[in-house]
């Protein structure tokens, strides 16, 4: 009995650990100065080349946590100037207040986005009663559309998990991961695999998603030539590393993710996918950091936006659960690539930030609105039925 015991108070510890390891990018050590390591071409589109249907069968919604004006335009700087966003010609604001805070976490600014309705700090799914609603990538299941979410934090972090689980809080991890059982998601990728593996419970998450026929990989060279079913890739065993030491994993993780979803039998996909670590350059205010991470998501973010070009009927939107760091760019060097930015807090703020929207239902997203309208102009724009809405 005590050995039991002993095991048991041994995993409850290792579980903390782990799970309080999964928020230990918040401390600030500030970097206020960036010159870029090395600047990503930028393919311009012709007004000839965009030519969309009215409605998206498709819809890649990007978000750049942490995202805001001045963390856009650190990008632009250090790439010389331009970036891929820019293709982006529809441009709205949305206001980012939760349900009980002027500064909304990540996890009330993603239930918003996901599922449209404002929650307490902290909510995963749920509404400030603790009921569970339900996320576009859901509704997208219940209409026979593939869906998939990609992040270079955890997969089980509080932007990804509210698109996918139902939870009162968001260091729920084991918890959360145990959700993405109970769907029929096509494709997830990103990192948190010991919340499906090392588990307080003793359920190994990996050998019943290979029951349910899911090919489980580990890094996103390992399924190269993996095209079509269901597929689930923990790239790490907690957060993925910073773009520095992570490769391209986020942009070869969006273009495996379009390439499924589009493989599927299926009316059309949903596809969400998180440059989360901007936020954690924020929180560090980290100038470097911000920079590096806006520039590696708008490389996979040319991915989405050639196959829209391509494919006519995708709808692909940038941005933002909220402001973090209180950024501004206080001086530049467009040529050398070189960024000075100051910093407010290590904190969230309660700004609002961009929407880009670029595809057929682009004009949808112009005006300022809350957050929650991204969620119900998607819904529209999928021609989900009114009358199927959860109440």
Do not use: C
């Amino acid at each position: 009995m005590k050995r039991l015991l002993k095991l048991t108070l041994g995993l409850i510890i290792m579980a903390n650990v782990t799970a309080n390891a999964q928020e230990d990018y918040k401390t600030v050590h500030t970097k206020n100065e960036y010159t870029v390591e090395k600047k990503h071409p930028v393919k311009i589109y012709t007004e000839d080349e965009l030519r969309f249907k009215k409605r998206p069968k498709n819809i890649i919604l990007f978000i750049g946590d942490g995202m805001g004006v001045a963390q856009v335009f650190s990008g632009i700087t250090a790439n010389g100037g331009m970036l891929n966003l820019q293709n982006m010609k529809t441009i709205g604001f949305s206001k980012t207040q939760s349900g009980d805070n002027y500064v909304t976490d990540s996890a009330a600014g993603g239930t918003a986005l996901s599922a449209g309705t404002k929650t307490y700090n902290g909510a995963i799914g749920v509404d400030v009663d603790g009921n569970q609603v339900t996320s576009i990538l859901e509704y997208a299941e219940r209409n026979d559309k593939a869906t998939g979410l990609v992040s270079t934090s955890a997969i089980t972090h509080a932007t990804p998990a509210s698109f996918i689980a139902h939870q009162p809080q968001r260091d729920m991890y084991e918890e959360i991961a145990a959700d993405f059982m109970k769907t029929d998601i096509d494709v997830f990728i990103g990192g948190g695999a010991d919340f499906f593996t090392k588990r307080v419970d003793g359920r190994n998450l990996v050998l019943e998603l290979n029951e349910k026929g899911y090919k489980v990989g580990y890094n996103v060279d390992d399924v190269a030539a993996y095209s079509s079913g269901k597929l689930a890739v923990l790239t790490a065993v907690g957060h993925n590393a910073g773009y520095r030491d992570r490769g391209e994993m986020l942009t070869k993780s969006t273009s495996k993710a379009i390439e499924v979803l589009d493989n599927a039998d299926s009316k059309g996909f949903f596809l969400m996918v998180e440059g989360s670590q901007i936020d954690w350059g924020g929180h560090q205010n980290d100038a470097s950091y911000v920079t590096g991470e806006v520039l590696d998501m708008d490389k996979a973010l040319a991915k989405a936006l050639e196959f829209a070009v391509e494919d006519r009927r995708t709808l692909v939107i940038v941005t933002a659960d909220h402001e973090t760091g209180g950024m501004t760019v206080e001086n530049g060097d467009m040529q050398k690539g070189y960024v000075k930015a100051g910093f407010t807090t290590g904190h969230h703020t309660g700004i609002m930030v961009p929407v880009f929207a670029f595809g057929p239902g682009a004009e949808e997203f112009q005006g300022i609105y809350e957050n929650t309208e991204i969620f119900e102009k998607m819904y529209k724009l999928f021609r989900f039925k009114e009358a199927d809405k959860d109440k």
